[in-house]
């Protein structure tokens, strides 16, 4: 059976991409830092799915949690699907957050990704085959949040995956690679955030089962970025394109109480899978 290996795969997206792609007949490698969650998570799958899983607790903030998954990679397991999922989102603003979390945040939301797409990549070319889905934002197309460097974080995620998945290399020897621009989505993490989002309206939300669906409909179809539902693909397009000083009043600020409107200050999206408390 072909192999998926799910970083961030305990709750949230990374829980549904595990899910669909267990339901598609994949055997998988699911890596978060919680054992016990893993290892909860890794039955329910089994028993449901009638698949094979197994689990790496990793902290992929670290050099060596990244290491172990590579070093899995290395000792010659063959992947066919790469999810990386896994990421953080601080609660404060910059200039109030501890250097160390800032640093944390941005190995965990680039410095893990790079570091699994490199140990992946050489096999899957060898091959002539593979998929790899990079988990971002929709926050990634513009600056849309203020005062935080996680848009930033992922936005260099963005860039990467389109990058890489219309190079040449990829293309010539069929290793597909998509983004996937979530916007706001239901899970345990956000709840556990300390965002208050009960102002926001319900059209803004989407279910992480619906994430995963899409991103991996648009993988098969080739697209080198997915964005689920057409609000959010309206909102990205007008992130992208529409000049900066139309959007500057719809901004995030976290360093302020909200925004115009008396809406509260939220921070993505797919904090949907990481809000400041990690997988």
Not at 30 to 53: G, K, P, Q, Y
Not at 139 to 158: C, D, M, V
Not at 216 to 222: F, S
């Amino acid at each position: 059976m072909p192999l998926a290996l799910v970083t961030g795969a305990t709750v949230g997206i990374g829980r549904a991409f595990a899910e669909r792609l267990a339901r598609d007949g994949y055997d998988l490698i699911l890596v978060a830092r919680t054992e016990s969650a893993l290892h909860r998570v890794a039955s329910e799958i089994r028993a449901t799915f009638c698949v094979r899983v197994r689990t790496l607790p990793a902290d992929l903030a670290t050099v060596s949690g990244c290491q172990a998954v590579e070093d899995l990679v290395r000792a010659g397991m063959t992947i066919d699907v790469l999810v990386n999922n896994a990421g953080i989102v601080l609660r404060g603003p910059f200039p109030h957050n501890s250097i160390d979390d800032e640093e944390a945040m941005l190995n965990l939301n680039v410095r893990a990704a790079l570091r699994l797409t490199h140990a992946v990549l050489p096999g899957m070319m060898a091959r002539r085959s593979g998929s790899i889905v990079n988990v971002s934002s929709f926050t990634a197309a513009g600056p849309g949040a203020l005062s935080t460097t996680y848009p930033a974080g992922k936005a260099w995620l963005l860039s990467f995956s389109e990058a890489m998945s219309r190079s040449r290399q990829l293309r010539d020897t069929g290793v597909q690679m998509t983004v996937v621009l979530p916007g706001f989505t239901r899970t345990e993490l956000f709840d556990r955030s300390r965002f208050d989002a009960s102002r926001l309206p319900s059209w803004l939300w989407l279910k992480p089962e619906a994430v995963a669906s899409a991103a991996l409909r648009d993988l098969a179809r080739g697209k080198a970025v997915s964005v689920p539902t057409l609000r959010y693909k309206a909102a990205v397009w007008g992130l992208r394109h529409l000049p900066r000083l139309l959007l500057q009043p719809l901004f995030w600020d976290l360093s302020t109480p909200g925004r115009p409107g008396g809406m509260p200050v939220p921070l993505h999206a797919a904090a949907s899978a990481r809000p400041s408390v990690r997988d």
